[in-house]
């Protein structure tokens, strides 16, 4: 079974309008989840993470997600989309009981914001 | 300050052939991560260094690859007889302790084997 699961390959969305990119997990415990964005030719980089405590984690740019227990989801919001946020999102799980340190990525999910 | 850096950024190698790939974590993150990136898929793990020591290598696909961090800050990751199914984007990411805290990846080196 799939540990992170994002089901859209793409997510179009109008410069200005909400955005949401998903992502669910199917780990056991209480794992700690991260979303990473990666732009054209540049490493991964670290947007936000969620260990324990309020389920709406902000990060970096405007971004934040929204732990979601029952339903096993950490979707990744954004208000007002920019044309500059279009890149490649990778949602990962860090799970010490099945996995120990790693993270397990999901396989990205390309955002495209048009002006 | 600095982040992780990885050298060289490119390299092309001819199936059969050694290659080393360095890593250069953040000052001071006694963890350090590699992970390999085929094109359209996330980062798969390789192998986890907590200081010195691999604390799980359990990502490494075959006895061809090998992985060292002699000094607990740079790591060498090695592959022998290279295929060209070894021809990917190789990862480094550091974090300042391995439990909570994220990991910030570096640029990373693209390995093409001919």
């Known amino acids: 079974a799939q540990s992170v699961a994002q089901p859209e390959d793409q997510v179009n969305v109008a410069e200005g309008n909400p955005l949401t990119v998903k992502c669910t997990y199917s780990v056991s415990g209480n794992p700690y989840l991260f979303w990473y964005v990666q732009y054209p030719n540049r490493g991964l980089q670290f947007l936000l993470k969620y260990i324990t405590g309020d389920n709406l984690v902000k990060g970096s740019y405007g971004f934040e997600a929204e732990f979601n227990k029952s339903q096993t989801s950490f979707h990744l919001k954004k208000p007002s989309a920019l044309v500059s946020d279009s890149a490649l999102y990778f949602c990962?799980?860090?799970?010490?009981?099945?996995?120990?340190?790693?993270?397990?990525f999901g396989a990205g999910t390309i955002l495209r914001v048009k002006s | 300050g600095a982040g992780v850096s990885q050298t060289p950024s490119n390299k092309v190698t001819e199936k059969g052939k050694y290659v080393e790939l360095r890593c250069d974590p953040i000052s001071g993150h006694t963890a350090l991560y590699w992970y390999r990136q085929s094109l359209g898929q996330g980062p798969e793990f390789l192998i986890y260094?907590?200081?010195?020591?691999?604390?799980?290598d359990s990502g490494l696909p075959n006895d061809r690859f090998f992985a060292v961090r002699p000094e607990g800050s740079v790591s060498t990751l090695k592959i022998q007889r290279t295929e060209r199914g070894d021809s990917a984007v190789y990862l480094c990411?550091?974090?300042?302790?391995?439990?909570?805290?994220?990991?910030?990846f570096g640029p990373g080196t693209r390995l093409t084997v001919t």
């Open positions: 990411a550091s974090s300042l302790r391995a439990r909570e805290d994220e990991q910030y």
């Open positions: 990962a799980v860090r799970s010490f009981m099945e996995y120990g340190n790693k993270l397990v």
């Open positions: 260094f907590q200081g010195t020591g691999a604390a799980d």
